[in-house]
């Protein structure tokens, strides 16, 4: 993972067993979406698993000694693509939904992170790298030749396409701070969303395209906001005195999952991505969960 992740892993302690957790303002009679890749270190090692939405039926996918993590799926669901050092080197490799077939699609001796599939399931965004000199990239999603798309004095990191195909979201990071930034997916346009001169992690865009969550470090704490895909409206969603990081929306776009280190650990939790309201957890146990990616319908 980019030194940012490992950065804010890293400070997660043992998570203490507590109860389901919820506040006012629920799903909103939002269908059940799911399942939900993840990344944990419950067996010794970090390692992907999948649960319902809800949190059930939490499934261990990958069994290697190797470190797993960053799962993301598929526009059709069929396919995880997720980061490993299986052989050593950190690349991009991809197994079936159920954990079946793991390949890797990137084989080179650089760190390869952060993989994000197309709207049409044809290319992968990731970025090869580690802070401060990250660069992002595409290739078809069966690997192949890549695609440099930045290359600019900075630090390229966490890209993710929009909906529509159309457009590239990803962080800039230079000295102190990072913003997020979107560009065309030849990598031309690149136009800065954010101008809080913080450090701001892990864009997403909603399904259908109207908005952006991603991670603003404040202090000693990072929250979940949401923003036009333009950059303006920018809210909290989240405001606890704890790390809140990698959101994902659900497939109807009414939710959105997120680590979050509450109890100590990081665990996983949903909450409306409308005000942060109705917060769930769906991981419980002495472990880091971490990553989490939702499967579309």
Do not use: C
């Not at 069966?142 to 440099?148: L, N, V």
């Not at 991505?273 to 971490?290: I, K, P, Y």
């Amino acid at each position: 993972m980019g030194a940012a992740r490992k950065v804010f892993a890293a400070t997660a302690g043992i998570a203490a067993l507590a109860a389901l957790a919820t506040s006012a303002g629920g799903t909103g009679g939002a269908p059940l979406n799911g399942p939900i890749a993840f990344s944990s270190n419950r067996d010794g090692q970090n390692e992907i698993y999948s649960m319902t939405a809800s949190g059930g039926n939490q499934t261990r996918l990958t069994h290697d000694p190797a470190d797993d993590y960053a799962p993301v799926f598929s526009p059709d669901g069929s396919t995880i693509a997720w980061v490993s050092n299986r052989g050593g080197d950190y690349n991009i490799w991809t197994m079936g939904s159920d954990g079946s077939d793991p390949a890797p699609i990137t084989t080179d001796s650089a760190w390869d992170d952060d993989p994000s599939f197309s709207p049409n399931g044809a290319r992968i965004a990731f970025e090869i790298g580690d802070e401060p000199h990250r660069d992002v990239y595409t290739m078809p999603a069966a690997g192949g030749p890549t695609r440099q798309l930045t290359n600019v004095a900075g630090d390229e990191s966490s890209p993710v396409y929009s909906p529509n195909g159309s457009r590239i979201a990803y962080v800039r990071g230079h000295g102190d701070s990072a913003e997020i930034y979107v560009m065309r997916t030849d990598g031309t346009h690149q136009l800065r969303l954010t101008h809080d001169h913080v450090r701001e992690y892990a864009p997403a865009y909603s399904p259908d395209g109207n908005s952006i969550a991603f991670a603003r470090l404040a202090g000693h704490d990072t929250e979940i906001f949401r923003m036009r895909p333009d950059g303006t409206h920018q809210r909290a969603l989240t405001h606890d005195a704890v790390g809140d990081f990698a959101a994902a929306y659900s497939p109807d776009g009414r939710r959105i999952a997120y680590e979050a280190s509450k109890s100590g650990g990081l665990e996983i939790y949903t909450m409306s991505s409308q005000n942060g309201h109705g917060v769930q957890r769906l991981t419980n146990n002495g472990a880091d969960d971490a990553y989490p990616s939702w499967a579309p319908r």
